[in-house]
């Protein structure tokens, strides 16, 4: 090639020059399948991303789904159903007749009704204070790493693993009024006795909470034991250094530190003593003459003996909005103490 004077341009390399036609971006493919552009490659990218992430979305899902379902069948079907009852006077292959609020009126005006809730609220003070106080003293006292404690926390946890049928069992024995029985055979050592216990109008419910701080206070135990665990080691040694006390350490270091700890408890032995049944059903059946009938035995009483349905489910709300109130006050307090 040669310009008006007749000089050579260079010729430009070999694949350089313009081609013949637009070129496409590809991406290289398998053996025997054509190019993929790039565009079309990006896309099949972008929808394998959003099936991978769907996918990572759907696996949790998955595994609590067994869960989930059976928490809706057991929980939340029932609770539907109660306040469906609750409304409706409940008459078995007669047919269900609407009554607005009167079976809350009938519940709330029941002869035993304001006695059976002051006996749940002394059930429910006394084994909350009570499982708490002798939780936090075994705590303190089993707390440690020497090899044994394992044995004794093991042995203290008992009384929580074991079936309530078995614990009721064996108090009713410990209970039992005559000198031969194990609490007055003791309280005989000392001069005193017999006492009647569960068989007394004055001393059942008392011998009630017993039971149920016995129970519980174990579970709070493991619970304190798990706090103690979170405390800074150094502020107990900062406070010793500044010459204060063992009291003072417990005041001003270990209680501010289970102050989270105590509040969880204080809600779920609250929760648990609001709704005991089974120790109170099992050792008296809310007797002897009503001194230990709870809200919870006078709802099984109104629903399965006198087959009072639909009372027995207005009361079962009743009892309902009153443990969600406790937990509803214990959270916002909790949210309170923790601004301030």
Known sequence: MSNLTGSRQPRPPYGTGPPSRAAVPTRRAP?????VPVGAASRHTQVSRYRRRRLQWLVPWMFVAPALILFLYFKILPLAQGVQM?????R???GDRYVGGGNYVEATTQPLFTQAIWQTIILAV???AGSILLGFLLAILVEGQARHLWLVRTAAFLPVVTTMAVVAEVWQVMYYPDRSGALNTLLGWIGVGPEPFLQSPHQALASVVAVGIWRGAPYDMMIFLAGLATVDRNL?????VDGASRWSRFLHVTLP?????????????????????????????????QSTQVIMVLIYKLGLEQGKLGVAAAGSMILFVATAAVTLAV????RRAVVR
Do not use: C, K, M, Q
């Open 236 to 240: 107990y040694e900062s406070a010793a």
């Open 31 to 35: 053996y025997g399948r054509p190019p």
């Open 331 to 334: 959270h916002v307090w909790r």
């Open 92 to 94: 078995p292959y007669l």
């Open 126 to 128: 006394g084994t909350t």
């Open 86 to 90: 609750s409304f409706y006077d409940v």
């Open 257 to 289: 530190s289970l102050r989270p700890v105590i509040t969880i408890l204080f809600l779920l032995a609250a929760l648990r003593g609001l709704r005991s049944f089974t120790e109170v059903f099992l050792l008296t059946n809310g007797g002897p003459g």
